[in-house]
């Protein structure tokens, strides 16, 4: 049995009169295999990426190891100076993040259009 | 026809990345059909899979010829888990992540496996007993002690 992959789509939105925001969406598993797809669509993004959309909405599973590369992408777009915002996760997992301390580095919300309003609030 | 017992149920599955969602969807299902509510199955969901893939990795150090064995222990009001590998046991804590000491790049990012299981579950425990194997030991309760309190 293969694991099942990590998708990621890279979109670019906009909201209100602010800068373009980054979207990652990701789809499949995140677990130690998402290494390439994680941090490699990342670190692909253009350098003036500031503002930077996590989309959760359509992951099937998320173990403690997709959570580690979700870190990474955290420390490492701490490094740049960008801005993370979070949407699309399950009540399960908003509380996992939650609970291993996440959230005092990336804010959680329920959609896009709100996590998406909350960088120009 | 050798007599089993009727409320337990076990599986083995190899030492490998992705077969530790066999074992949390058979835990997920007995849950459910046990009457747990979708919350608890999503705890129970995590805390097996994050304990299979220690046991793959700890355990069993990714040999394939290796099995992991689950046993899923029904009784009227709780739901028992253990997760067998052939190692000698852990050594670690399920101490909660320094998320501040992770972002400075102080403390591995990965590594909260056992803190996850402690927190998901009513119950959790690692028993070394080389040579024949270790195993962890989790419990979830129908009515947890917190609740039985508030309905008193």
């Known amino acids: ?121 | 026809m050798t007599e089993k017992n009727p409320g337990i149920i076990e599986l083995h599955i190899p030492s490998r990345l992705g077969y530790e969602k066999i074992a949390m969807n058979t835990a997920a299902s007995t849950a459910r059909i046990m009457g747990f509510s979708d919350e608890r199955v999503e705890d129970l969901k995590t805390a097996v899979a994050e304990a299979c893939i220690n046991a793959m990795e700890h355990g069993n150090k990714f040999d394939e010829s290796l099995s992991v064995g689950i046993i899923l222990s029904m009784s009227d009001d709780s739901l028992e888990v253990k997760v067998v590998d052939t190692g000698a046991g852990t050594q670690g804590h399920g101490t909660a992540p320094d998320i501040d000491r992770k972002m400075h790049e102080e403390e591995k990012a990965r590594g909260m496996g056992m803190f996850l299981i402690q927190a998901l579950v009513d119950e959790a425990e690692w028993v070394s007993s080389p040579p024949t194997g270790s195993y962890a030991r989790m419990v979830i309760r129908l009515h947890p002690a917190s609740e039985s309190l508030e309905r008193r």
Do not use: W
């Open chain 1, 1 to 121: 049995m293969q694991e099942k992959s990590t998708q990621v789509k890279l979109d670019e939105v906009q909201c209100g009169d602010g800068a373009p925001i980054t979207v990652l969406r990701f789809a499949g598993d995140i677990t130690s295999a998402s290494q390439a797809a994680v941090l490699g669509t990342y670190e692909a993004l253009p350098q003036d990426a500031q503002r930077i959309l996590l989309d959760f909405s359509k992951v099937e599973y998320l173990n403690s190891s997709g959570i580690a590369l979700v870190i990474q992408l955290m420390i490492a777009a701490s490094k740049h100076g960008q801005t993370i915002k979070t949407f699309g996760l399950t009540p399960h997992f908003q509380k996992v993040f939650t609970m291993v301390g996440i959230t005092k580095y990336t804010s959680l919300y329920p959609d896009e259009q709100t996590a998406c309003a909350a960088f120009t609030a």
